[in-house]
């Protein structure tokens, strides 16, 4: 477990005493997507910013492998959503549900 940036078990038992887990589960997972569509969207300007080789016979580009390296090296985002509502920082509400359906 010394790999995580935080024990899945802990979030789960400290999530499990406020009620439904499912319901931080479900707003955990929202947060993973957004935290990843950041994580993209910054790899894609980064690449954006290289130009490519044309030529193949030149090898690797350097600076590819690099950036690659340095997001290789992030947690997931699953962890850093966990890490969030562990922390206090992520919070949900659950819609009420309206009488004029």
């Known amino acids: ?3 995580y940036i935080i024990n899945p078990v802990i979030v789960r038992m ?3 005493e406020k ?3 499912y319901q ?3 707003a955990m997972g929202m947060r993973a997507r957004q935290i990843n569509d950041d994580i993209k969207n910054e ?3 980064k690449m954006a910013d290289i130009i490519p080789n044309t030529d193949e016979s030149e090898g690797a580009n350097l600076d590819q492998i690099s950036i690659s390296r340095d997001f290789d090296k992030l947690p997931k985002p699953t962890f850093l959503a966990m890490k969030e509502i562990y922390e ?3 919070t949900f509400e659950i819609p009420k549900e309206s009488d004029n359906q």
Request: proline share 0%; hydrophobic share 35%.
């Open 1 to 3: 477990m010394e790999k």
């Open 14 to 16: 400290k999530e499990s």
């Open 19 to 21: 009620g439904s887990i």
């Open 24 to 26: 931080s589960i479900v």
């Open 43 to 45: 790899l894609n300007n």
């Open 88 to 90: 206090g920082k992520l």
